[in-house]
């Protein structure tokens, strides 16, 4: 398997535009994550899924920003209109199965997007 | 709300060295502790994952061991090599679905 797939690697955009991340999870696996890291607050997760299905989106910072999962082979997170503090790398990550049911909960990561935003 | 710490926050060693980083963790109902990898430009690689009912997991010479009780765990890197340079990083999984990483801590082996 190639493992979780994110696109674009790297994005520099300018305030105000529409950002769009994308990923692709490891086929087989149930729950996708969506992360943010920055310096200053580290590595935070931002809303995940079940069965493509929004579980928890508490994290994510505001209205600016929706996640979308339509089917079980891609996610999308987006930002509009994007700010110079939504400037981060996020991960995408998947994982097989359920969460505190005893199966594997190990969760796979992608490589990241560099966001730059002017 | 459950708060993760690392210490130390950075760490350098001679190569060959064993080495303990430590985490800790508030809030002890939890599902899982997961120790992460992470190098410069990459994405984050999961070393070991110990369920809350474990006390501790082993791949190669990595061993890490949690006491839910405490809210600690400990990851142990054995006759460390200048590969294992990186940041390493813990994340709890709790009861209340929070999934909360520490700071981590960055580590240098040096040849």
């Known amino acids: 398997d190639a493992g979780v797939i994110q696109s674009p690697r790297h994005e520099v955009t300018e305030m105000g535009q529409e950002v769009t991340l994308r990923c692709k999870p490891i086929?087989?696996?149930?729950?996708l994550f969506w992360y943010r890291q920055t310096m200053m607050r580290g590595l935070e997760l931002l809303i995940y899924?079940?069965?493509?299905?929004?579980?928890?989106d508490s994290g994510m910072p505001e209205d600016r920003f929706s996640a979308k999962m339509p089917n079980a082979s891609f996610s999308t997170l987006k930002i509009q209109p994007s700010e110079p503090r939504d400037s981060a790398v996020y991960f995408c990550?998947?994982?097989?199965?359920?969460?505190?049911?005893?199966?594997?909960?190990?969760?796979?990561f992608g490589p990241g997007t560099r966001l730059l935003v002017l | 709300k459950q708060e993760v710490t690392q210490i130390p926050a950075a760490l350098s060693v001679p190569e060959g060295e064993n080495l303990v980083l430590n985490c800790s963790f508030t809030?002890?109902?939890?599902?899982?502790l997961q120790w992460f990898r992470q190098d410069p430009g990459k994405g984050l690689t999961s070393l070991l994952l110990?369920?809350?009912?474990?006390r501790e997991q082993t791949s190669g010479r990595l061993n890490a061991s949690l006491d839910k009780s405490s809210g600690r765990s400990t990851l142990y890197i054995a006759a460390s090599q200048p590969g294992d340079s990186a940041t390493y990083l813990c994340?709890?999984?709790?009861?209340?679905?929070?999934?909360?990483f520490g700071p981590g801590t960055r580590l240098s082996v040096l040849p």
């Open positions: 990550a998947s994982s097989p199965l359920g969460i505190g049911l005893g199966y594997e909960e190990t969760q796979y």
């Open positions: 086929s087989g696996h149930d729950y």
């Open positions: 899924f079940n069965n493509n299905v929004p579980i928890d």
């Open positions: 809030d002890s109902a939890i599902y899982n």
């Open positions: 110990i369920q809350s009912s474990q």
């Open positions: 994340a709890v999984w709790d009861y209340g679905q929070n999934f909360v």
